[in-house]
């Protein structure tokens, strides 16, 4: 949302693009979707669990923009004030805590029209499951998060060995 609208200020200066583009969006999904529940998961400022196990984890990202670090406890504050969960843990990404939520619920029976419309569209595009996307970035790597894949192994290949053997520890075994 930072990143699709232009820079915003408000009358005292204060940047309020991400604010705008995250309620926008927000509502937007609240209005299709007509959720039951809501919350909204947020990164805490500090390593996590993938730090530990690879020091040079999103080693390469560059530093959250000044601009955007402060509109996050404005968004929160707006959030609150809507009576809408903020969920945090510190040493897990907002990632994590969503994922962590999605197992837990689906586990429960929920789900929602939105994860399988995603499900089928990843599918059809890139012909492997969600639950192999992960898989997919371990074999080629994530530059974007500087974590080292298999040297030689691109999309492609790692597609390939994830359509023919499923899993990482499946190829491993073959």
Known sequence: AFYGLPDLTNAEGRHTNAVLGFL????????????????VAF?????????RMFEAYKGTRHPMPEELKEQIPLIQEVLKAMGILILTKEGYEADDIIGTISRRSEAKGGQTVVQDYHTREVIEEYQITPAQVIELKALMGDSSDNIPGLPGVGVKTATKILQSYGTIENAHEH
């Not at 926008?24 to 919350?39: C, F, R, S, T």
């Open 43 to 51: 990164d805490v400022h500090a390593p996590t669990f993938r730090h």
């Open 24 to 39: 926008n969006i927000m509502l937007k999904v609240l209005e299709e979707e007509k959720p039951a529940y809501l919350a």
